[in-house]
């Protein structure tokens, strides 16, 4: 296909609003007579909560409100289980947990009110270890869930243990991922404001609009249609900007003033209670054949879910069972136990559990290489998936071109001369490791009523194009991908098109940016609406200037009438057009509802429209006397379906390489009995752009073109950090021997490897 736009490198269309600091986020929004909202959190990682004694913040100069959980309906509600509520009244189960809530004229009255706020409390013995937290003597946060397991996922299918037996290779280990922070610049914030007919209207920095406005409306216990929310800017998520409790409290304060609220994180409470990644402690065992073909694989997982439920079980099931679409395995058992501890809630994180399976997955295929004296590349060649491939959960691979990631990633980083070649001589060792990944283009069971998006292109009398979707722009590019996908479907110039700001009140219900599913889904739901308009614009334009449809070619913000050998801007057309119709701009309508299919009980069903892979391979130098690491080359293959923009897929992927590297070799939250010891930015080892590293990245596209993704086009924000950790961890292994299987993997724990290596 010929293209205008899509496959070249467009600049994102609000990025000179962004760096001229035009762009309004919410924490930008303010409005008279609004309130300061501030949370009160608990000091204790468990207690029970005897009094609240609220008379002295009252008299505070500037309070409007103080909330608690003795003033606030005790309702459960949630979004897996339901564990939430507004505020407790019972006890505290992590540090950080919300106690009360306070609206004040001013920041300074609303900090000096919680101060004055008189919590007595009964401290309670708590875990922090998921582990731990499952044995019979443990403390108990929920007195319903007499282990402490919030949910228990489990699948098997083939025959495990006879393939164990013909196995002539078994292989069995244990790998431990870490807790860490989403770290986006914007911290979590709402305003919340009463609007006409006694509606509230919410300001979010949020990645899901419309499912948020129906969980908010089931805690405060109103109608979704009684609640509007509008999503500005969004200065990051990565996962963390679900539903969040802040936005509940202070709709639930802006409900009792009267007046609009904002509520905005410190860079503290955004750590200790901002739902960071899922905690996992995986062991892995295969079976293989002696050629590499894997026979059989058994994996438990224990995972933290913290205090209360976020997403943990989506993401335990998601480590359990996602990555048996990679490889031709055929013999699967597999157990998951999201487990209470009184630790932060645990939630999404780019790679939503299926990153934390892949760091044990691919190490575990590299160590049995080693140990085996199997090719690491051709092990991946013999048991990658292909075109047309069902896995043995029902997953239909409908475009895949894994095998074309490894052999260009193989041939671009010149793997086989560096196997043989790279430097061991010297205390600075080099070497360099591989790891595969597929991932999802949407996840059918996330939210169980439908699966699909839609979406309005509206053309209006001056020849520009707005599109309206309810899918989230959180500054990954989202809104320029649509207005490409929009500007090549009617022919419009990418300049004259733009994606307004998710509003409830005006957007159609988008499900939202997770699962790497908005540009497949979201973006086939836009192309459907630009076709539409298309349609109705060559039907109008014919009737207009008494031309035959078929010579109708509208193009680059021209149309052609070739029947009369003119071409007319699209502006004098569309007033032609629009002053026909009474001044009516022409709106097209679009929606996707992909063929995916619900599991079923036994977990069984096609879960994406589209699924994405990717090979990458990381070239390391380990200093053995300090234990750091320099990654030296860095590359990175994706089969990506087709490259809309490519100057944006290289920022994806060289900023989930860089975040893959900083959780692979330095961030840790550091918790001691429950309190985080490293809550800000500058105790928290973060790569930023002057010690990221990496030296080089090397991103490589193949284009699958798939069925059902727009122009062919599949996501590329999560798999760009899945195979990282593990790359990473396998080439540190070839540079030194040494096999760290707990992130993160810190000079420490290189030095304490290699000292013990030569004991």
Known sequence: MEFDIVGKSTPLLDGLEKVTGRARYVTDIRMEGMLHGKILRSPHPHARIVKIDTSKAEKVSGVRGIITGFNVPQHKFGTMLQDWVILPNDKVRFVGDEVAAVAATSEAAALEALELIEVEYEVLPAVFDQEEAMSPDAPLLYEDKDDNIATTFQVERGDVDGAFAESDIIFEDDYETSQVYQAHLEPMAAVVAPADYDRLTLWLSTQVPSMSRLRYAEALGVCAEDLRIIKPHVGGGFGAKFEYKSHILAAVLARRTGLPVRMVNTRDEDFIAGNPRVPMKIRVKLGLKKDGAILAKDVRIIAGNGARTVYGPAITSTACYRIDSLYKVRNVRSVGYTVYTNMIPTSCFRGFGNAQMHFAMEQALDAICHENGLDPVEVRRINGVYPGYVSIHGWEIKSCALQECVDQAVEASGWYEKKKTLDKSGAKKRGIGMALCNHVSGN????????????????????????????????????????????????????????????????????????????????????????????????????????????????????????????????????????????????????????????????????????????????????????????????????????????????????????????????????????????????????????????????????????????????????????????????????????????????????????????
């Open 444 to 759: 059918r069971p996330f939210y169980r009523p439908f699966d699909g998006s839609s979406a309005l292109v509206r053309l209006t009398p001056e020849g520009k194009a707005i599109v309206f979707t309810g899918e989230a722009d959180l500054g990954q590019g989202l809104n320029t991908a649509f207005a490409i996908i929009a500007a090549e479907a009617v022919g419009l110039p990418v300049k004259d098109v733009r994606t307004a700001a998710v509003d409830t009140d005006i957007s159609p219900f988008g499900l939202g940016s997770f699962a790497t599913r908005a540009t497949t889904i979201g973006g086939r739901a836009v192309y459907e609406a630009a076709v539409n308009l298309k349609e109705q614009l060559v039907s109008h334009i014919a009737k207009v200037y008494d031309e035959k449809p078929e010579n109708i070619k509208v193009r680059k913000g021209e149309v052609a009438l070739e029947g009369k050998g003119e071409t007319l801007p699209i502006f004098d057309v569309m007033q032609k057009v629009s002053f026909s119709l009474g001044g009516a701009s022409l709106v097209g309508q679009g929606s996707y509802v992909p063929d995916t299919v619900l599991p079923d009980e036994n977990k069984y069903g096609n879960v994406s429209p589209a699924y994405p892979f990717a090979c990458h391979i990381a070239e390391v130098e380990v200093d053995t006397e300090t234990g750091s690491v320099n990654i030296i080359n860095y590359w990175a293959a994706h089969d990506v379906g087709r490259v809309l923009n490519q100057q944006a897929l290289e920022g994806q992927v060289e900023g989930g390489v860089i975040m893959g590297a900083g959780w692979a070799l330095m961030e840790e939250m550091i918790v001691k009995e429950g309190h985080l010891v490293n809550p800000k930015l500058h105790d928290y080892w973060l790569p930023t752009s002057m010690d990221t590293p990496i030296g080089k990245i090397h991103s490589i596209f193949l284009e699958s073109v798939d069925p059902n993704g727009p122009f062919g086009a599949k996501g590329i924000g999560e798999p760009s950090l899945n195979p990282v950790a593990a790359a990473i961890a396998n080439a540190i292994f070839d540079a030194t021997g040494a096999r760290i299987k707990k992130l993160p993997i810190s000079p420490d724990k290189i030095v304490g490897a290699l000292v013990n290596k030569k004991l």
